[in-house]
């Protein structure tokens, strides 16, 4: 028996994924992206979320 990885996705969803990601705006991703407010939100999005280093 051969050995085969466990997958998060299935190729389905990875296709979607994929099919969204091409449609989105590398420029108005950039002027949208805020580092600070991501690592913000993940502080806040749990208590059991461990702070980031």
Known sequence: MRYVPPRLLDRDTVRA??????????EVLRTRFDPDAMTA???TASPSTPPVA
Do not use: F, I, K, W
């Open 17 to 26: 994924v994929a099919t969204a990601l091409d449609a989105l705006d590398v």
């Open 41 to 43: 939100s993940c502080r």
